[in-house]
């Protein structure tokens, strides 16, 4: 789990137009009050590995992802996905 302990949008990804956060065949991954800003790519990833190798039970919850080269979320070869309360 990404939790931000000290409070919302404390914890802070800065990715300077550099990737993304990519996250490959996770499972019960927790995002919780994180801000990520200026990935090249996607904001945040998440993905399977293969059609058969998946990701799955994961959530993205309270965050701040902005200014992304691409879609702020992205998810693919995936289950049980939630993304909630986000700007």
């Given at each position: 789990s990404i939790r931000s302990y000290d409070g919302p949008r404390k914890a802070?990804?800065?990715?300077?137009?550099?990737?993304e956060l990519n996250f490959t065949s996770v499972q019960g991954l927790i995002i919780d009050g994180v801000e990520v800003s200026?990935?090249?790519?996607?904001?945040?990833y998440i993905r399977g590995a293969?059609?058969?190798?998946?990701?799955?039970?994961?959530?993205?919850m309270n965050s701040y992802i902005h200014?992304?080269?691409?879609?702020?979320?992205?998810?693919?070869?995936s289950d049980r996905i939630t993304v909630i309360k986000n700007e």
């Open positions: 802070i990804f800065s990715c300077a137009g550099t990737s200026y990935p090249s790519g996607h904001g945040i293969t059609k058969t190798d998946q990701a799955s039970d994961a959530v993205v200014n992304s080269g691409y879609a702020c979320f992205k998810s693919n070869w």
